[in-house]
């Protein structure tokens, strides 16, 4: 009496398993995904989500179109109770705040000598535009914003500085942190938390306009740590430490992380694997896990060096658009995104990476913000999916049968059980699915107010469910697909209803479908869903961090 048993189909591997029905008449899949429940694989933050800020001015253009318009740090609209309430929404949201031009970026305190003025372009400058200026007025509205919103701040400092660009390109000589330092001081006098301090941005490696060796990296990070020790002395709250926020080179992060074992807390890499936005061919990219499952070799390989390290650092994505020089209008910022999106999310946590900052929350073709007026493109509705459903622990996960399902499981967020993400990449099929389980399991069933346990050991066994227990138990489905089927729409529907916000700027609430856990889950053609499974306890979701 109470008792009750998951629908199950238990590999010979011994895996936690989800088996694919195949139907022929409803073009369905046939296939498994085996999960297993026994150990966690990876922890991610509980503050996984982030989202960068940049500061290209609105005469940035990529392929003659400018896209940023008023997005950019200078000219933000800190007043829009949209934007506010779509930081909030997340609580907290993580913003990275740099770019291309940081490593440009003048702060005006009290120890700048020269003009504040804003960033002016001029092609034969590094980058495309001269040198801007940060005001502290300016700096105290961020601050401002960034303390209503709840956000964490990491804010990245210009690298650049005090070096000269030798022949051959590269950028030598020591970092100057004198306006740096002021800059810190002014912002721990004024009472504003920083999550992190990030040294440059894409200088490592060959580096993008410029490099910088990875043993004169390794002797700014250590300086970056000195000014922050002396500064935060009295301060409780100590920001991490973050570098170098560029590509991945095995060899130079390989130097550079084994000569930071004592200064660095999290090494940043970016990833812009689909190449450039004006590319034509980015939907058909995006639809082929072949390169999706390209860029894991940037993963495992960070992973690798970091394991392999004395180092305590932590491994996060800086910055990620995709697709780079601002992305693709109705691509970047559509629904077709979301496949590129959320896999790359579901795949950075199974290489231990903490944390994952987006490019961007708004500005460019890749923003989770529409540009002019913040209403929220489809991928701001899957990153607070994620961002609640989706737990710390990572559960591995595979799929055999048909390499047009990605799948990721992670321990259920704020709650019991575990939560399962499937992208179906196919335009015809829809899948079908059945749970089943490894080890140990536990199954939660709530009958007149009791709560029974069962613990069950499968052993290439089949377990039935009783009849009449099937509507007992429920599970939570979150099911996306774009709005008439138009993959290039940037309106995302939740369960069959458009996604949009009010005449209020308030987010709608995302509601999931209550299932029987008896049927099978059925993802549709192109389409993605969350399934929380309340009821499902593994061991290694037992003791989350």
Known sequence: MGFCFWVCFISLLNFYSLSFVSSQADASAEGTVFIDGKAPIGRIDDDFICATLDWWPPEKCDYGTCSWGLAGLLNLDLNKNLFLNAVKAFSPLKIRLGGTLQDKVIYDTDDNQLPCTSFVKNTSEMFGFTQGCLPM??????????????????????????????????????????????????????????????????????????????????????????????????????????????????????????????????????????????????????????????????????????KNSTTSAAAWVGEAGGAYNSGH?????????????????????????????????????????????????????????WHRLMGRNVLSTSFTGTDKIRSYTHCAKQSKGITLLLINLNNSTTVQAKLAFNSTMSLRHKHRSQISHHKHRIHKTIIKLPQGIDGKIRREEYHLTAKGGNLQSQSMLLNGNNLSVNSSGIIPHLEPLHVKSAKPIMVAPLSIVFTHMPDVTVPACKVQP
């Open 137 to 306: 007025n300016r700096w105290d509205d961020l601050n401002s914003f960034f303390q209503k919103a709840g956000a964490k701040v990491i804010f990245g400092l210009n690298a650049l500085a005090g070096r000269t660009i030798a022949p051959d390109g590269s950028a030598v000589g020591a970092w100057n942190y004198t306006n740096a330092e002021s800059f810190m001081r002014y912002t721990v006098d004024k009472n504003y938390t920083i999550h992190g301090w990030e040294l440059g941005n894409e200088l490592c490696g060959s580096g993008v306009g410029t490099r910088v060796s990875a043993d004169q990296y390794a002797a700014d990070t250590a300086a970056l740590q000195s000014i922050v020790q002396k500064i935060y002395q009295n301060v409780d709250l100590k920001p991490l430490i973050i570098t170098p926020g560029g590509f991945y080179d095995s060899d130079w992060f390989t130097e550079y992380i084994d000569k930071t074992t004592k200064s660095l807390d999290v090494v940043t890499h970016h990833i812009y694997n689909l190449g450039p936005g004006v590319d034509d061919h980015l939907v058909e990219k995006i639809l082929d896990p072949s390169v999706l499952e390209g860029v894991s070799g940037t993963f495992s390989g960070l992973h690798n060096i970091i």
């Open 329 to 385: 209008n109705l691509v970047t910022n559509a629904f077709v995104f979301s496949f590129w999106y959320l896999d790359q999310l579901g795949m950075a946590s199974k290489y231990d990476t903490k944390t994952y900052c987006r490019q961007s929350l708004v500005g460019g073709n890749y923003g989770l913000l529409n540009t002019t007026n913040f209403e929220p493109n489809p991928d701001y509705y899957s990153a607070l999916l």
